[in-house]
């Protein structure tokens, strides 16, 4: 409504914010109402500015955190550490990343080394060490052979064909991307490589969920340096042997290190 005045441009929002507000207040769970009008009316009384005064059309509720734990140690947090760790302490001078996590394990990268990260999406953004690659990275086609040493893809190989991120349809995608990984890593160089483990299937458009030994075989031109898994409780069991992953899990985390 830009043909508005300011001034009624500036009361329709505030109606807006106060009816949001009042919804707002409407949906919470009952149990929740007595300890947030105790905390509000502390807050209303022992405060001094009034810029920071509570107003019904700037509440921003949230009633989950009150018995929350202080953080969330999920699959994620464990697989991006695992690799993380394990690339400082080699300090490759090059380092590939395809679709990992931006603002989770490529920003631990980019603390201690520059970073090339390829993704189908767009990603308008300048940050010191990150060279962004926009391909479909299915084939890999703009990589040689054997001509990476360091290469990282966490929790991206499962989306891959669903359509999920513009990428094409294609039901082998997956397939496709892994053997694309063993064909430009370089002999002596590092693959690290999750997806998740259980009973096979795809959750379309979502992801796919991949048996132990899919992987393994689709792999088998590369050597197993290390196997770890985070299981469906959010623990990390490291360096475990491939046999001991527990043949009934239907969705924990596989973290795999290759070489060739």
Partial sequence: MPWLPPLIRDSIDSCRRLAHGLRVLGRLP?????RLLFDWHRYQTSNSMPSMRIALSSLYLIVDDFKAQAGNLSDYFHQDLWAARKIFKLQPSRHVDIGSRIDGFIA???VFMPVEYVDIRPLDAQVQNLTIV?????????FQDNSISSISTLHAAEHFGLG???DP???MGCFTFMSALSRVLAPGGRLYFSVPLGKERVEFNAHRIFSLQTILSHFRELK??????VDEGDRLHENVNPGDFPCNSKDSCGLFEFTK
């Fill in 30 to 34: 009952l149990r929740h109402v007595p």
């Fill in 134 to 142: 926009r391909s479909d990275a299915i084939s890999l086609r703009n």
């Fill in 164 to 166: 999920r991120y513009s």
């Fill in 169 to 171: 349809i294609d039901p």
């Fill in 108 to 110: 631990h990268l980019l």
């Fill in 224 to 229: 197993l340096v290390s196997f770890s898994f």
